[in-house]
């Protein structure tokens, strides 16, 4: 099956899950007080799932793999600040592991799927060969369009 969108790919699923979870955990009445960390939080988590979908949606996987790198950098980000937000007591240990877990699984994800492109042959949508029609059909196409009988009009000719 060939995804169309980027909302049918696995990765982009579960970075949208990721994203929600950590909406969900800056909500907390402690973590919310630092207005600056939730905001950088989020944002980071956010911009994984929005570069899987911008690398995905421009067609060539060269830039599809740019921007997985940067969605990659962006969830080592979110680990970063997840320490913060247990070194500052904002979060248990019990939910930074298993924030930590997810963050990790979605990199291992994102460098599966780096790998995974780095193999292809093929360069992506925007590179894929255009079928040129035949002059007669772009004639025969641009005739019906405008309501010309091609046949009809060669047997009138003929008279």
């Not at 979870?21 to 944002?43: A, H």
Request: overall charge positive; charged content about 35%; hydrophobic content about 35%.
């Amino acid at each position: 099956m060939m995804v169309r969108y980027f909302e049918e790919l696995d990765i982009w699923k579960e970075a949208r899950l990721f994203t929600k979870k950590i909406y969900e955990i800056t909500k907390n009445s402690s973590f919310s007080k630092d207005y600056g960390l939730v905001d950088q939080i989020r944002r980071a988590s956010v911009s994984v799932m929005s570069n899987i979908a911008e690398g995905f949606e421009r067609g060539s996987n060269q830039e599809f793999l740019q921007f997985l790198y940067i969605a990659k950098g962006s969830c080592g980000e979110v680990r970063t600040q997840l320490y913060v937000a247990l070194d500052q007591g904002y979060i248990d240990k019990k939910d930074f592991d298993e924030l930590l877990s997810s963050a990790k699984k979605l990199s291992i994800m994102i460098s599966n799927l780096i790998s995974h492109i780095k193999g292809s042959r093929f360069k992506g949508e925007k590179f894929k060969p255009v079928k040129h029609k035949s002059m007669k059909e772009e004639i025969e196409e641009i005739a019906k369009n405008l309501g010309i009988d091609i046949a009809r009009k060669a047997q009138d000719d003929s008279k």
